[in-house]
């Protein structure tokens, strides 16, 4: 039974609701929050596409795409000792944006222009929608999504999270496979955030390529922009109050370089890092490794750095596409301790 049909789905009915406030009299709401990023339009196209394989009609508006489908149900008519054959139909609302709101909206039977009493009509349109939310996630590049979702904020593998979205849709129809091994992205180059997000459509669909967590084990071992080490003996530091000081560039010099990233001193690891960036800055004295930025970035810029034996804390968001931020600020918005800041190019 999928998860839909338990709690997941928050139920509306309008005998409780206010009057003139949406749904209305007689009808039936289900909504369903993901909470992932879905804002850039040729991600939104892409998905658009994904779904034209599924065979449901289809239909979009700005930012939000209209997926209905049709089914036919049968009753007899003891009058006319004959069967009658309805149309009935379940559209589900996908509303794009810094979260994806799947919604959709139970009519009463009268709608559909028949009279004819179908037997359990708003379970079976309860459960039909659900079927179409479960296929909407699992076939397309939402599902992509949330495998990456599960990845940063619970620190599944890769495994894991593709298991906890096959459990979260198990009415999916034609579900498709991703692979847990897909093959690796070309070397020459760092994949963007919407290379990450988009795969192929087809039979099988290659998990997102999430990069590996950074380790202090990676550091200088022949990397010709990397100059800073993670390791060392400087121990003799203590956490570190917010805000970060936004005038650092102008007070503080380069102390070398990480992954291409640049490191503003005083450097003395492990117990001293400094400030990491330059357009996405984030003071690892400071930051305590909530995760709220990462989780907030909607454009992927930052994956785990594990930073062993700070005081601050033992792992820090580093901004792996720093040249990808689009000075959204959200990252900088939701820092517990004020530990980031965003210069606009």
Not at 189 to 202: F, L, N, T
């Amino acid at each position: 039974m999928s998860v839909f049909l338990k709690d997941r789905v928050w139920i509306m009915l309008s005998e409780i609701s206010k009057r003139g406030v949406y749904p209305l009299h007689g009808y039936k709401m289900g909504i369903f929050r993901l909470p992932v990023n879905l804002t850039e339009e040729s991600t939104i196209n892409n998905i658009f596409n994904e779904l034209k394989k599924t065979g449901f009609k289809l239909d979009r508006y700005a930012d939000r795409i209209y997926v209905t489908y049709n089914w036919n149900e049968q009753e007899t008519d003891h009058l006319l000792n004959q069967i009658l054959s309805i149309p009935l139909d379940i559209t589900i609302e996908i509303v794009t944006g810094e979260v994806i709101d799947l919604i959709y909206q139970i009519k009463p039977i009268e709608k559909f222009g028949d009279s004819y009493r179908i037997q359990n009509y708003r379970q079976k349109a309860d459960f039909n929608a659900k079927m179409v939310i479960d296929t909407i996630i699992r076939n397309t590049s939402i599902g992509d999504k949330l495998i990456s979702s599960y990845q940063k904020t619970e620190k599944l593998s890769l495994e894991k999270a593709i298991d906890k979205l096959t459990q979260l849709t198990p009415l999916a129809l034609n579900p498709i496979t991703r692979n847990v091994n897909p093959p690796p992205p070309p070397a020459a180059a760092s994949m963007s955030s919407e290379e990450i997000s988009s795969v192929s459509v087809g039979s099988t669909r290659s998990a997102p390529n999430i990069p590996n967590t950074p380790s202090a084990t990676t550091m200088t071992s022949g990397m010709s922009d990397t100059t800073i080490s993670l390791t060392g003996s400087g121990t003799d530091h203590s956490k570190v109050d917010g805000p970060i000081d936004t005038s650092f560039k102008s007070k503080r010099q380069k102390a070398g370089k990480f992954k291409g990233i640049s490191v503003w001193g005083p450097v003395d690891p492990p117990g001293q890092l400094g400030i990491w960036g330059d357009s996405v800055a984030v003071d690892f004295d400071i930051c305590i490794g909530d995760g709220a930025c990462i989780e907030a970035c909607p454009v992927n810029v930052y994956e785990w750095l594990e930073t062993p034996g700070h005081p601050g804390s033992e792992k820090k968001p580093f901004m792996a596409r720093e040249k990808d931020c689009i000075f959204c600020l959200a990252c900088e918005n939701v820092c517990p301790p004020q530990a980031i800041k965003i210069f606009q190019k």
